[in-house]
């Protein structure tokens, strides 16, 4: 069985070779990096199976690398690691296309779980079959086609995330109507965890912007409850 590749970026040398070694001793492939700006390019040559990303880097910090690899990669998990406490901090890392933040300092069993959530995470995605017979979708001026998980807008094409599409197919079919928050984050996320439900806020603020060419489509939220999509 081929060895799980971790692409682990660290400027912390001392923390970095406990991290690596202790996890190319259960088994893991690590690719060390301390120079953010660097990241990418080690992204690119080793095609890792997941992302650690430090926050907190010389010349370019975990943010921004995000933000590189999901221009290229909207699969691939990444986790930051940070010492930062605050809680625009992990709202921001999310809206980076984050799927679960580490804070420092922490044990190698956590960021060993957290590594084996996310992984199972993706293969989840990956193997979840769509069992909808829905297919192509009105949306007022959109069209939304679930399979190819696109949405279309004249000319304009845009290519979504697995979540991405189900959370608009969920909403869709439960359109006009209040979705409970708990619900939603239970059907595509499997439970309702703080990373979970912050995941769903980007998410949600993701399909807004998607969508704000037909002022006719609206989320709202309902304080405290989820959410109703209307639709003409």
């Known amino acids: 069985m081929q060895a799980t590749k971790v692409l682990y970026i660290e400027d912390?040398?001392?923390?970095?070779?406990?991290?690596?070694?202790?996890?190319?001793?259960?088994?893991?492939?690590?690719?060390?990096?301390?120079?953010?700006?660097?990241?990418?390019?080690?992204f690119t040559q080793t095609q890792p199976d997941i992302c650690v990303l430090d926050v907190m880097l010389p010349n370019k910090?975990?943010?921004?690398?995000?933000?590189?690899?999901?221009?290229?990669?909207?699969?691939?998990?990444?986790?930051?690691?940070?010492?930062?406490?605050?809680?625009?901090?992990?709202?921001?890392?999310?809206?980076?296309?984050?799927?679960?933040?580490?804070?420092?300092?922490?044990?190698?069993?956590?960021l060993i779980v957290r590594i084996h959530n996310a992984l199972k995470n993706k293969t989840t995605d990956k193997e979840q079959p769509n069992n909808s017979s829905l297919d192509n979708v009105q949306l007022g001026n959109y069209q939304f086609h679930v399979k190819r998980q696109t949405l279309s807008h004249g000319n304009e094409e845009k290519k979504l995330?697995?979540?991405?599409?189900?959370?608009?197919?969920?909403?869709?079919?439960?359109?006009?109507?209040?979705?409970?928050?708990?619900?939603?984050?239970?059907?595509?996320?499997?439970?309702?965890?703080?990373?979970?439900?912050?995941n769903l806020d980007v998410y949600i603020t993701k399909l807004r912007s998607y969508l704000k060419n037909d002022h006719s489509l609206e989320i709202i939220t309902i304080k405290g409850i989820g959410y109703r999509f209307v639709m003409p």
């Open 61 to 110: 910090d975990g943010f921004a690398i995000a933000d590189e690899i999901r221009m290229v990669n909207d699969e691939v998990p990444i986790i930051f690691l940070t010492a930062k406490v605050q809680t625009e901090d992990v709202v921001k890392g999310f809206a980076m296309g984050a799927n679960d933040y580490i804070r420092k300092p922490f044990s190698m069993e956590e």
């Open 161 to 198: 995330s697995y979540r991405e599409s189900e959370l608009l197919k969920l909403l869709y079919q439960h359109r006009d109507v209040i979705i409970d928050r708990r619900d939603i984050l239970n059907l595509l996320w499997g439970n309702d965890s703080f990373f979970n439900s912050r």
């Open 12 to 42: 912390e040398l001392f923390l970095g070779k406990i991290v690596k070694e202790s996890l190319e001793s259960r088994g893991f492939e690590v690719f060390m990096e301390d120079d953010g700006a660097k990241a990418f390019d080690l």
